[in-house]
């Protein structure tokens, strides 16, 4: 899997659109780019994934350069409950049920002010 | 529908006993992998099973192990604890989804006294 670099911490104003970047310049291309958060002391939550074409979600918007050596989530409306650890995760999908390893970096901690 | 259950919620241990992990998937969920997560890291990988077969495993020693069940439940095992196995053990359920979006229960906090 493809590493990725993501800044330690970021902060947020409540109401604004957070913007989180991924640098992941060895990305194979058959590798999705996914985003999970964690929420202090609770299990990682899947937010979204892509390819090569922006994506959203109910959660998130995901925007994913052309030459796909970087990406940002967007959360459009941050609130105080986002704040929490993001992990970028570069990995290939599919597999037949052989391949849900995730190898989760330090992620950017987000801290939504009030 | 339950999200991904484990248990127990924490766990007091002392070095040298052993431990079992319990993890129950989404219904129709058919893998389950194990992470353990100390502070300030990021989970870690440990194993991943699917359909009752192990299909990858960390670079943890043998006194970890693991099972799956037919009902796809999972357990995992520690045994002669260190010190250094306080830490948080999360199980994540997946696999109907070509993505293999993983979804992950609350975790199991172990402490190693």
């Known amino acids: 899997d493809a590493k990725t670099t993501q800044p330690p911490s970021m902060d947020c104003a409540e109401g604004r659109a957070a913007n989180l970047p991924c640098n992941h310049s060895t990305i194979s291309g058959n590798e999705y780019v996914y985003w999970y958060r964690q929420i202090h002391s609770q299990g990682p939550q899947y937010i979204i994934h892509?390819?090569?074409n922006n994506e959203t979600n109910e959660m998130a918007s995901l925007i994913i350069t052309e030459d796909r050596k970087s990406s940002t989530l967007i959360l459009p409306h941050a609130t105080l409950r986002d704040t929490a650890v993001y992990y970028c995760i570069v990995r290939v999908a599919g597999g037949g049920g052989s391949n849900y390893k995730l190898t989760f970096g330090k992620g950017t901690l987000l801290t939504v002010n009030p | 529908d339950a999200g991904v259950t484990q248990s127990p919620t924490h766990l007091i241990k002392t070095r040298g006993q052993q431990v079992t992990l319990r993890c129950s998937p989404i219904?129709?969920?058919?893998?389950v992998s194990w992470y353990q997560q100390v502070l300030g890291q990021g989970p870690q990988f440990i194993f991943q099973y699917y359909e009752k077969e192990e299909r990858g495993r960390g670079n943890f020693p043998d006194r970890f192990s693991a099972r799956q069940f037919p009902n796809y439940s999972s357990e995992l095992n520690v045994n002669a604890l260190l010190l250094g196995d306080s830490a948080l053990y999360l199980c994540a359920g997946g696999g109907t989804s070509r993505y293999n979006e993983q979804f992950f229960g609350p975790g199991t906090r172990l402490t190693v006294l």
């Open positions: 892509g390819l090569k």
């Open positions: 219904s129709g969920h058919k893998s």
